[in-house]
């Protein structure tokens, strides 16, 4: 399967940034929403190399998915800015678009579609056409171990194969930068853990991933670095390890987001 | 282009996948248009908008009968039936056909009619000019010619069955009357001569009395023509093809905003539209695709409903749909139409919370606007206060441009006033819900 992604068309292999480079770059980060009382981001700064994959940590309401609309384009930030490849998102939101892809925690697929037809449709409104967009949406269908269900309609799919897709249509024009919303919400240990092999195997042909969950285990066991945020900003971040040896040292990262989080509950 | 044509490729096979909005969309406007057209058209024929079925009872069998059934069959729109299943119908079986709607009315000449008119014409000849020997005693009544009305037939056409009725009997009246005034005239004349000049006037005076032309009573000194409003036009009258085809057309083509609303609901709550808006492609062309897509199956359904009406239709017996004669206009109404119709799908679709909300909300404003529009009840039988808000409904000016072309020889430049309006409806429309959406999506909604 990873061989297909490397085969990619050349014009789209020019998405992948050098190693080392800032893929993602957020500064003072602010969101006030029109009528609220708070500040959903206060602040926000975090820098992400390419090829990692950054975890976001938070309780709900802490403005991860804030923070993931205003670096995918979709919401424009009250303050701060977020740079991608080194492209201001509120200055040049169209050109961000070519560099970014997301997989929303719903399943943003037409249901009535079959997989490929799903595939194809995001493929053709990425400017993919011909060979190079049969050749994409095959190698996202095999990605997403659906080529043998690939002509079933979506509405059949059950919850894992669904969750497959909707990550195989967020990587169909193989973006240089992946945000992932809670791309394992709600499904079985089989499904799950296929999404986290897929996503090492996308890490390690550089793409960027930011990712979101509230399963720690996952957080821990897949991404490179976490912040953990509340309240609008980063409470801790930095990789598992260093997470983990935060004075007084923590078992487990559960503990830890507890512990700076808080054991109340978040409605 | 070819991101707006993956997009209107991906609407169409969405919508012919999605068996309940096909039966919106097409069937049920199909069937609206079939079964109001067959209903209206019954109800037309009690209106006399239609041929009106008369059984016709003549027990008389003299000239009154076949006076009263010529000058009826040459007023045009009358079907006069005598016999039912090859045989006679007597009174009380004629009674109950009408009773069941099987016939508007029923006219019934009593036996001895002509007889009784021609006398009681001598009769009152000689009253008026004093030869009667003792009129009072002497009188003739003929009985009453007897109409019987299907309950169901409306007062208008009622009155103006009885104001021809009249007018043909006043005519036969007439001629009876000139008929025996003509045979007494000498009488009289002869009468007054002779008072006046004795035996001084010779038997030779009567011989040389002129004879008169007895229909001269007839001849009309002034008559009413009816004209058509529209110089461009024959007299042409309005079929219940013609008010419905284009009413319920239009009324499937504004339920076009139900399904658009609901894809763009559900495209904003499963984070699909949120995925393109991620994604290299401006919002335009994602709108674009989607309003072209359902465009052209607005066409499709619009294509079906004319269809019905021209060839479908007419198999039911009623008349074939007549579209007028500028094409161009048509074309223009319905372009027009069915964007206002989109514009209203794009903006139920962005202000709606939820797909309840706007399968709620949508038909209910369709079907409001529609009985404002003169979908269901010609805008000139509401009430002044009804017709004053009916100019705001979209419906009514797409109906009411197409009434223009098909009924009163319209042309492009006459529809230009409703043209604009459902033009302006749909810019109005999406520049609201582009409002909507941009704050919607500043706020985070």
Redesign the interface.
Known sequence: MQAHIIQSPDSLIENYAPAGENVLVVRNLVKI??GASLP?LSGLNFTVPAGEIFGLLGPNGAGKT?AI?IM?????PTGGSVNVCGIDVTQHP?RV??L???V???????A??TAR?NLR??G????L?GKALDERVQACLELAGLENRADQ?VTHYSGGMKRRANLA??MI?QPRLL?LDEPTVGIDAQSRNMILEKLFLLKNTGTTLIYTTHYMDEAAQLCDRIAIMDEGHIVAEGSLQELLNRPPGYAGLGDLFLALTGKDLRD | M??IA??V??EL??LS??RTGLLVLFVMPALLVFVMTLVQENVLKTMGESTTRILFIDHDQGEVGQTIEKKLLESGGIEIIKQIDGREVDEKEALNRVLNGDFQLCVIIPEGTTAALKTRARQAAAESLDLAERPAENAVRPGDISVYFDPTVFGGFRSAVLGSLEMVIVGIELDEKMNALSHLLPRYIDRVLRKSLGPMLPDAVLNDTPGMRLDFGRDRLLKVAERPASPENALQKPTSVQQNVPAWALFGIFFIAIPMAGALIKER????L?????????FLS?MMGKIIAYVLVCLGQFGLILLIGKYVLPLWGTPKLDMGSDPAAVVVIMFSAILAATGFGILLGTTARTYEQASMVGPIAIVIAAALGGIMVPVYAMPAIMRNISIYSPLEWGHDAFLDVFVRGGNIRTVSGDVIALLSFFVAAVLISGMVFFVK????I
Do not use: M, W
């Not at chain 1, 053709?124 to 400017?127: D, S, V």
């Open positions: 929403y029109k959903a804030t609309s995918s384009t979709l919401l424009r169209g678009k070519g970014i892809g997301l929303p925690q719903n399943i943003a697929l037409y009535g579609l037809e449709f995001f053709k409104i990425c400017g056409r309609r249509a967020g024009h945000f | 070819y991101k993956a997009t490729s991906k096979l969405l996948r999605d709550h499963d984070e699909t949120a995925r393109l808006l991620t994604l290299p492609v401006s994602v999506r500043r706020n985070g």
